[in-house]
């Protein structure tokens, strides 16, 4: 998700969420915050840097009160005298975005931009304001201006891959990624983002090291377990996704989830040929699902493996009952034949 950089006001923009898809499905949520006292600071003109900065933090603390348009009025009335700070500009243009007057605080993030060429806070600030009008060429345009001056803003450049991914630009989006990971592996988030855009890709093998390395980093996240288990399980490597899928299952909290997660874990031990252990989690299921056509299908799947012909037999027969999927149900009837025919045996 895309980190917004927080206005003076200690309002954080709105968040746009990005929907990353892969079996079950998840969203990571995370944010970042500027604190007021930056503000107030900057590069002046004509020689008034002192008393408009001093200016600028009375502005300032109008903001923070709340009371943006008397933010506005007040500057308006420094900017008119020439008194003028970066700072100034600043605290202008959160108040014009506290006030929703979006193209208004550009211009004012603008002019802080010509009193300091190589600063990065008013570009950042622009381009939240994009994003609140919903134009992301020019959300990309004010963070490649930024991230020209500060090439190692690490949470930029995760910014940048992150609507590369949202617009489908993909490789785009790993570059991206990829330089991050490159200059800091301990970056919180990256190799979670760039394996499951992997993951997404079908590129289970080289999403495997980023998603090891995200759960080194945050080993009891939950969002992170889940998805190196379902890569795990998609790369055929079930003691792995069996290990990690555990894991999710002991710290999560998600009853919604719990249920799709229990299955699959039932499907690795039939893969493994433990078709009681399989047996055992169907009946977790069942627990939390009764009418699960799924599990009631597995569980007398794994019950025909153990031989347990008359306990597979009523189990098969409800699945019948309540199941809508006709193609599978012929295959179920031609099953309950064979069973039935193994208990005359």
């Known amino acids: 998700m895309l980190?917004?950089?927080?206005?003076?006001?200690?309002?954080?923009?709105?968040r746009s969420r990005m929907h990353r898809k892969f079996a079950i499905g998840m969203v990571a949520v995370l944010s970042a915050a500027l604190s007021f006292g930056i503000l107030a600071q900057g590069?002046?003109?004509k020689g008034k840097e002192g008393e408009a900065s001093k200016e600028a933090m009375k502005i300032e603390d109008l903001v923070t009160k709340g009371e943006n348009q008397k933010a506005v009025e007040l500057a308006q009335k420094f900017i008119e005298a020439g008194e003028v700070t970066e700072g100034l500009y600043l605290n202008l243009g959160a108040a014009y975005f506290n006030l929703k007057n979006f193209e208004a605080a550009i211009g004012a993030f603008e002019k802080a931009v010509e009193l300091n060429p190589f600063g990065t806070k008013a570009l950042l600030y622009e381009a939240t304001c994009y994003h609140e009008l919903g134009q992301d060429e020019?959300?990309?345009?004010?963070?490649?201006?930024?991230?020209d001056i500060d090439p190692a803003d690490n949470e930029l450049r995760y910014n940048i891959a992150q609507i590369h991914e949202k617009n489908g630009?993909?490789?785009?989006?790993?570059?991206q990624y990829r330089a991050i990971f490159q200059a800091n592996p301990d970056f919180k988030d990256v190799a979670f983002a760039a394996g499951i855009l992997l993951f997404n890709q079908g590129k289970y093998a080289d999403a495997e090291p980023l998603l090891d390395k995200a759960v080194a980093l945050s080993p009891s996240d939950e969002q992170v377990l889940l998805a190196v288990g379902q890569n795990y399980l998609k790369g055929e490597k079930y003691d792995a996704a069996l290990d990690s899928l555990n894991k999710y299952l002991q710290v999560s909290k998600n009853e919604m989830l719990r249920p799709a997660v229990l299955d699959q874990v039932a499907v690795i031990h039939e893969k493994k040929k433990d078709y009681a252990g399989a047996l055992g989690l169907y009946d977790q299921i069942l627990v939390l699902r009764p009418a699960s056509d799924?599990?009631?299908?597995?569980k007398g799947n794994a019950l025909v493996n153990l031989k347990r012909y008359d306990e597979a037999l009523p189990v098969l027969r409800k699945y019948m009952e309540i199941s809508k999927n006709e193609a599978k149900k012929k295959a179920v009837a031609d099953l309950i034949k064979q069973v039935e025919a193994a208990r005359k045996r």
């Open 138 to 147: 020019k959300v990309m345009e004010a963070y490649q201006r930024a991230i």
């Open 43 to 45: 590069k002046g003109s």
């Open 294 to 298: 799924k599990a009631l299908l597995g």
């Open 3 to 14: 980190r917004w950089r927080t206005m003076p006001s200690g309002r954080t923009a709105r």
């Open 169 to 175: 630009k993909l490789e785009e989006a790993l570059t």
